[in-house]
């Protein structure tokens, strides 16, 4: 599964690091840093993250 | 290099200081930072965006309590474990259980009760052509969403109000004085919570409070007392914010009849509608936030416990983010700050965007030529603020 972060609506809250932590990560610099390419199983995690996006930056390609 | 001298200083103590002044307009032209008699006060949405999710900072409220002579006690053991205040793990945990029931797809069953709720209290009113907006459109409109979030019978609103506006005098400067009757309306209010846990654990539904009854995540889930901590904190935080941000949006487009009619005639744009009120006039004109270590940033120093505000509306209507920053609701703007940000991002920002968005669409729907009608009074403007009382006169359409 393919994970898509938008950039340009993404603004770092890092909320999506609660709800996939071993997908997304804030750096030292408060930037967000993510896996793209991410196994299936962590499906619903990354469909969580999606939908608490605080900016709705988040989607799924499957 | 920065020097205290080249740095504006904001007395936002006193009584008359006013985020829409020309002082502050003049200080973030000069400068991105202000010294305060309380710390420092982020003034351009620039730095605002960078430094409110700095892992440097953090929430700045944890010892409000101590800092008013409060150490123990309901209302204190209720704040110090409140996700408002909690940090690092303790914080991620209960935020990572809540966050799911407060996302948009889990709202959207919600909604078109809150239509008909906005329908309702405006068709009361409506044939007088008049409305004290506060009192008989704003703060029922508020509660009751929350009522139909959480289960609670409608009928109930005056209670929940009553309750959240007491438990609000824990923000002021007289909490010590307040303190009995702020743990009075906190022990009340816990009475409903824990009820209306007991309830959905015997009969679970698809409701909020039975998400959150239900929130999982390997193995861990909120305790009772955790639920009820945070279901509190929801009606103390959802209540008098939604309440002031509405009076406040009403009187945005009092003051700009051209883009209520916009509305009007285009009820799509009540989304851009609520983020423009937002942006320009928030409820929460500064998000408070502390210094964990010594800090620098361009050139200037701060000491590790200075206590740092981001001004949401200076930063909000900053001409180097919004070139033109009066109110638009079809302009495509970059984000504000009107919710805070980072890791205590509000929670509830799709509750209040979806209850907010719908009354704007449903009030500029049905009334026209809005005005103040009688003595309109305010909260000062700073802090969260908002209208006390907004008499309004209107022709109904």
Redesign the interface.
């Known amino acids: 599964m393919k994970v898509i972060v938008d950039r340009t609506k993404c603004?770092?809250?890092?909320?999506c690091?609660?709800?996939a932590p071993t997908v997304f990560r804030?750096d030292?610099n408060?930037i967000l840093q993510y896996e793209e390419n991410v196994d299936e199983s962590l499906r619903d995690e990354v469909e969580?993250a999606s939908?608490?996006c605080?900016?709705q930056a988040i989607r799924i390609a499957d | 290099m920065t020097t205290e001298l080249d740095i504006p200083y904001l007395d936002i103590a006193d009584p008359s200081f006013a985020m829409h002044s020309q002082a502050v307009r003049d200080a973030r032209a000069r400068s991105w930072v202000a010294k305060t008699n309380y710390g420092y006060a982020i003034l351009r949405h620039e730095y605002v965006?960078?430094l409110l999710?700095?892992?440097r900072l953090r929430q700045g409220s944890a010892k409000w309590p101590e800092h008013n002579g409060v150490h123990s006690g309901l209302f204190y053991d209720w704040w110090t474990k409140c996700l408002l205040v909690l940090e690092g793990e303790d914080h991620?945990r209960i935020?990572?259980l809540l966050?799911?029931a407060?996302?948009?797809?889990h709202l959207e069953p919600y909604l078109p009760r809150f239509e008909e709720l906005a329908d309702e209290l405006i068709d009361s009113f409506l044939p007088s052509g008049q409305v004290e907006f506060v009192n008989e459109f704003a703060q029922p409109y508020a509660t009751r969403v929350l009522c139909i979030l959480l289960g609670i019978p409608e009928s109930e609103w005056p209670t929940i109000a009553r309750l959240a506006s007491t438990i609000g005098l824990a923000l002021g400067i007289t909490l010590e004085q307040d303190l009995p009757a702020v743990e009075d309306a906190l022990a009340e209010l816990y009475g409903y919570a824990e009820d209306l846990i007991r309830d959905r654990q015997a009969n679970p539904g698809p409701d909020l409070v039975s998400r959150l009854v239900d929130a999982n995540r390997n193995g861990d889930s909120l305790s009772d007392d955790e639920l009820r901590n945070a279901l509190c904190l929801l009606i103390f935080g959802g209540m008098d914010t939604t309440r002031n941000q509405l009076g406040l949006g009403v009187m945005s487009f009092m003051q700009h009849p051209e883009q209520w009619e916009l509305l009007a005639a285009h009820p799509e744009l009540a989304p851009a509608a609520v983020e423009e009120v937002m942006r320009t006039n928030p409820t929460t004109t500064w998000v408070t936030r502390e210094t964990v270590v010594d800090f620098d940033y361009e050139d200037l120093h701060i000491d590790a416990g200075t206590t740092v505000h981001f001004f949401t509306q200076v930063s909000g209507t900053d001409p180097q983010a919004y070139p033109n920053p009066e109110i638009d609701i079809t302009a495509e703007r970059v984000?504000h700050y009107g919710?805070g940000?980072?890791?205590h991002?509000?929670l509830g920002?799709f509750v209040a965007r979806a209850d907010m968005s719908i009354a704007l669409r449903a009030l500029s729907k049905k009334m026209t030529n809005l005005r103040i009608n009688g003595v309109d009074e305010w909260m000062p403007d700073s802090g969260n603020t908002g209208p006390v009382l907004l008499p309004l006169a209107f022709d109904a359409r």
């Open positions: 603004d770092n809250h890092g909320q690091t609660f709800s804030l030292d408060g969580e939908d608490v605080p900016a | 965006s960078k999710k700095d892992p991620h935020r990572r966050n799911p407060f996302s948009l797809k984000g919710f940000g980072g890791m991002h509000c920002h």
